[in-house]
């Protein structure tokens, strides 16, 4: 990856941070907020490198042995902190405390990055918050989070805040063609659905975004021509025993179905292939747009946007896709 990678659509955060590095300005902690799915991990692991760099000024060369051991977690001045089972916990705040206040080994700094700080308690949030009042020279925190409402109060006043944009869908299709080689329909279509989100873009795009396509177009098509509940459960429990393993993994899929459902809707309101999300399979919703007449579409994009913040908030997958799937079959 080049740096010109890692700084996507994000200069309104590279430009002031490498001034003040330039400048020798540098805030002791910084708080940077993406939404799910966003690069936000990625952009601090780049600040930490910008930190730390031996070879450029104000930026990073993404090649020198430190940028590569950031990279790889194996720079020894470097630390990632992250929940375990959910949790940051007082041993962990107080391992960095002690690390803290210890000379960096290798250069003259020691970066921590923590991730998503609000799963301190607030024992655990009250001994960070000493390091951060008299921060040891030359230690440096990077904070990262989706949520930086839950970040406490006296821990965020401490930092400089950051907040990541959305990026424009050309510029993430642009991004996907560069990056991972992809065909521009394929690129553009993942791009429409991302929200502006390059860490959704790739997750789509890791998932295998064709085949994964053709298995939301196959289950749609399914659910709507037999309005069977037992092919519905039967579903539900494999694409929930998928969540089991990865929840961002089943987000990417609903993303899909959404989009899908979207171009539904679409074509049934006299659209045509080029207004669609997924215009390279046009045909094929085409033919799913038929089953059902046009004041259908908008409530079961609906019905879907709110399965999305289900399975964001945890709640018991397998019934949430149920209720979906049995709703999705509801002609009403
Ligand atoms: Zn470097």
Redesign the pocket.
């Known amino acids: 990856m080049t740096q010109q990678n890692n700084l996507l659509g994000q200069n309104h955060i590279w430009m002031p941070f490498f001034a003040a590095i330039k400048q020798g300005r540098i805030a002791h902690a910084y708080l940077v907020q993406g939404p799910s799915g966003s690069t936000y991990m990625d952009v601090l692991r780049a600040m930490a ?1 910008a930190l730390l ?4 000024l104000g930026g ?5 042995k ?2 590569l051991r950031v990279e790889h977690g194996t720079y020894a001045d470097f630390h990632v902190i992250v929940p375990e089972a959910g949790k940051i916990t007082l041993d962990k705040v107080r391992g960095v405390l002690d690390m803290a206040y210890q000379y960096p080994m290798e250069g003259s700094r020691r970066v921590f990055l923590i991730q998503d700080p609000e799963r301190m308690n607030i024992e655990s949030a009250n001994m960070l918050l000493k390091v951060l009042e008299e921060p040891p020279a030359g230690t440096f925190f990077l904070l990262g989070t989706e949520n930086s409402a839950g970040v406490l109060p006296t821990i965020a006043s401490r930092c400089q805040a950051f907040r990541l944009r959305p990026l424009p869908e050309q510029e993430i299709q642009s991004h996907l063609e560069r990056e991972l080689g992809l065909e521009p329909a394929q690129a553009m279509a993942i791009a429409r659905l991302a929200d502006g989100s390059l860490g959704s873009a790739r997750a789509l795009a890791d998932a295998d975004f064709v085949e994964r396509r053709q298995q939301a177009i196959g289950l749609l098509g399914q659910l709507l021509t037999r309005a069977d509940q037992a092919f519905a459960m039967e579903a539900c429990k494999s694409l929930a025993s998928e969540c089991a393993r990865d929840r961002e993994s089943l987000i990417a899929f609903v993303r899909i179905c959404l989009g899908l459902l979207r171009d539904a809707a679409v074509l049934n309101s006299g659209g045509s292939f080029e207004n669609l999300i997924h215009g390279d399979v046009g045909t094929e919703i085409q033919s799913m747009a038929r089953l059902r007449p046009s004041r259908f579409w908008p409530l079961k994009i609906e019905l879907t946007l709110d399965l999305v913040r289900k399975i964001r908030a945890n709640l018991n997958t397998e019934l949430v896709l149920g209720n979906y799937f049995l709703a999705l079959q509801d002609e009403e």
């Open positions: 490198k760099c031996q070879e450029v990073f060369c993404d090649l020198c430190v940028c």
